[in-house]
């Protein structure tokens, strides 16, 4: 494993025990413009991770096309999650 993939994953365990933390002490953010930017900062190294892996030669072509399709699913859906709300919200 290289060590740029170790890097990584050691920063969203991070993230997940922080945010374990933050849940436990009842801490949320109530806007969502804080909600965006939190999945965003989130999500960031997971898809850091998925495009390096999809880059990856040494990944098989089946994995390659599976990081590359979770990649853009989660990019799709992190795009089209803000304009929901943006929209529910200019309805309000």
């Known amino acids: 494993m290289k060590?740029?993939?170790k890097i990584l994953l050691s920063i969203i365990?991070?993230?997940f025990f922080i945010f374990s933390i933050l849940?436990?002490?009842n801490i949320k953010v109530q806007s969502?413009?804080?909600?965006?930017?939190?999945?965003?900062v989130f999500i960031l190294p997971i898809q850091i991770?998925?495009?390096?892996l999809y880059k990856d030669e040494k990944q098989s072509?089946?994995?390659?096309?599976?990081?590359?399709?979770?990649?853009?699913?989660?990019?799709?859906?992190?795009?089209?999650g803000g304009v929901a709300t943006i929209i529910t919200a200019i309805a309000k």
């Open 32 to 40: 969502w413009i804080g909600n965006a930017i939190g999945v965003f």
């Open 13 to 15: 365990l991070a993230e």
């Open 61 to 80: 072509r089946r994995k390659r096309k599976f990081f590359r399709i979770a990649f853009w699913f989660i990019n799709i859906c992190y795009v089209s």
């Open 3 to 5: 060590v740029q993939y």
């Open 23 to 25: 849940e436990r002490n």
């Open 49 to 52: 991770l998925f495009y390096l």
